[in-house]
Nanobody, 122 residues
Framework: VQLQASGGGLVQAGGSLRLSCAAS????????MGWFRQAPGKEREFVAA????????YYADSVKGRFTISRDNAKNTGYLQMNSLKPEDTAVYYC????????????????WGQGTQVTVSS
């Protein structure tokens, strides 16, 4: 599975962005998908995850109520809708697939996209 993240950009605080994660390969629909982010000088952190069916979603406390993860298995694409963005959301965002283990742990995922930069200005 190859993943391609897109949709990042520069936005003012309070604004919105939608990230997309396009996957190749028919097995994407059977995998848990996650979004992680890494800010300069900080460790990568979990943002959100969604089960293979889309029936279960999980969020970091820092984004709960502002971000929404979703997927369209027919299109082999996952999404991260980000609303009410804050300067502290500034980071490179990565999508990942095939979680074997804890959905919030990056080491559980077998496939990673290249990352897309999100910058939120104050």
């Amino acid at each position: 599975v190859q993943l391609q993240a897109s949709g990042g950009g520069l936005v003012q605080a309070g604004g919105s962005l939608r990230l997309s994660c396009a996957a190749s390969g028919r097995t994407f629909s059977s995998y848990t998908m996650g979004w992680f982010r890494q800010a300069p000088g900080k460790e990568r952190e979990f943002v959100a995850a969604i089960s293979w069916s889309g029936g279960s979603t999980y969020y970091a406390d820092s984004v709960k109520g502002r971000f929404t993860i979703s997927r369209d298995n027919a299109k082999n694409t996952g999404y991260l809708q980000m609303n009410s963005l804050k300067p502290e959301d500034t980071a490179v965002y990565y999508c990942a697939a095939q979680a074997i283990g804890a959905y919030y742990s990056g080491s559980s995922y077998g496939y990673w996209g290249q990352g897309t930069q999100v910058t939120v200005s104050s």
